[in-house]
Structures are given as structure tokens and as C-alpha cells.
């Protein structure tokens, strides 16, 4: 089974300008989460998507949102970059449907740099 | 509640020695404590996991100590290895979602 793939892998970006990240889970899976990831701070959720419905959020300001389609590809906008945005931004599928305790396995990320 | 507290922060261990990273949480409501490897350039990758139900979980040279009454769990890398050297997170799943330790840098020394 193909892994999880993220594009673009790297991205420079300069403050407000808006991105979109992709995220491609493994076959048969409906679940995908995504995370920023930061040195010191840890992976830090973002939001699931299910059967192209947000089901869980995470803190984060609405600058951030996503979206899932039918095939369960999902895509993460930012709009109005800041340079805190500056991160490692990973993408993690799994089934979905176990209601907690399910393996989540990871994207390699895509890295966001903000100028 | 939503924190899972994880020391150290970084580890240098030699080769061939134990490495110990310890995990805490609140919320009685977790119920599924797994640990993730991350190499770097890489996504994070499931290394072994654990239920409340039981104690202590070995996979070869890894092993969860889980102390429910306290409220923490350990992981145990017994015989270090340099291609052991990574970054260790662990996880807390409520159900709903995971809640992160920060991780933990390991350096295993030849």
C-alpha cells in the first residue's frame, strides 16, 4: 500500500500571502488529521476530517481551514500568513472509524517557511 | 486536563545503556496511550502503544511502563542503539483526538 503523500514538500511563502497544502491518505482510509508542527512545541492539532466533515478542531485561528473530498484527499489553506506560521505542517490518516485508538500514520510534511 | 506533560526534553545516552523517557497526564478519560518515533525529514511512525488495562507493554527492545493510579507512563529502550537516535512523542487519546507530549530528543552515543 502507498503511503501517505504530502505536496508540495517545501514552500516559501512572504507574510500575507495565503497557502494550500495537500494531503493524499492511504488507500481505504477516511480519516485525515493535520498538524503544525514547531521546535519546542510539539505537534499541535489542527483539525480531522471525515468522510468530508470536519469532526474535530483543534485551537486554532480561522486563518486555518480545510476541506476533504470524496476521495478523502484533503487540502489545508492558510490565509494572511504570519511568520509564526512558519512550521512543519504534517498530515495523518487512519481509518476513522474505531473511535479513538486507531494507529495514525503520517504524511513526511510539508515545510511552510514565512518571510 | 487536555495535557500530556513529557520530560525530558532531550537525552543523551550512551550505547548499550537503558533510555527512559517519562509521560503524565490528568484526564482519566484517556484511554489509549500510544508512542511515536520520528526521524528527522520524516512523519512520525507508531512504535508501540498501550491500554490502561495493563501495566507494562515489551516489543523487543522497547517496553511501556503504565502506572494508571499516578497518572504516568514511561517508555524503556533497553540496549541503545545509535540508529535508536530520534525524536520520541507520546500521545494520549481520549476518543475524540490525540494530545501531545513536546517530545523528546534521544542522542544515543556509539
Known amino acids: 500500500k502507498a503511503g501517505v503523500t504530502q505536496t508540495p514538500r517545501y514552500l516559501i511563502k512572504t507574510r500575507g500571502q495565503q497557502v494550500t497544502l495537500s494531503c493524499s491518505p492511504i488507500?481505504?482510509?477516511?480519516?485525515v488529521s493535520w498538524y503544525q508542527q514547531t521546535p519546542g512545541q510539539g505537534l499541535q492539532f489542527l483539525f480531522e476530517?471525515?468522510?468530508?466533515?470536519?469532526?474535530n478542531k483543534g485551537n486554532f485561528p480561522g486563518r486555518f481551514s480545510g476541506r476533504q473530498f470524496s476521495n478523502s484527499r484533503s487540502e489545508m489553506n492558510v490565509s494572511t500568513l504570519e511568520l509564526g506560521d512558519s512550521a512543519l505542517y504534517l498530515c495523518?490518516?487512519?481509518?476513522?472509524?474505531?473511535?479513538?485508538?486507531?494507529?495514525?500514520?503520517f504524511g513526511p510534511g510539508t515545510r511552510l517557511l514565512v518571510l | 486536563q487536555q495535557q500530556v506533560k513529557q520530560s525530558p526534553q532531550s537525552l543523551i545516552v550512551q550505547k548499550g545503556g537503558i533510555s527512559i523517557i517519562n509521560c503524565a497526564y490528568e484526564?482519566?478519560?484517556?484511554?489509549?496511550f500510544p508512542w511515536y518515533q520520528q526521524f528527522p525529514g520524516k512523519g512520525p511512525a507508531l512504535l508501540i502503544a498501550?491500554?490502561?488495562d495493563v501495566s507494562e507493554k515489551k516489543e523487543g527492545r522497547f517496553t511501556i511502563s503504565f502506572n494508571k493510579s499516578a497518572k504516568q507512563f514511561s517508555l524503556h529502550i533497553m540496549d541503545s542503539q545509535p540508529g535508536d537516535s530520534a525524536t520520541y512523542f507520546c500521545?494520549?487519546?481520549?476518543?475524540?483526538?490525540?494530545?501531545w507530549g513536546a517530545g523528546t530528543k534521544l542522542i544515543i552515543k556509539p
Open positions: 495523518a490518516s487512519s481509518s476513522g472509524t474505531s473511535g479513538g485508538g486507531e494507529t495514525q500514520y
Open positions: 498501550i491500554r490502561p
Open positions: 488507500s481505504g482510509h477516511r480519516s
Open positions: 476530517y471525515f468522510s468530508e466533515t470536519q469532526r
Open positions: 500521545a494520549a487519546d481520549s476518543g475524540y483526538q490525540l494530545i
Open positions: 484526564n482519566t478519560a484517556f484511554d489509549y
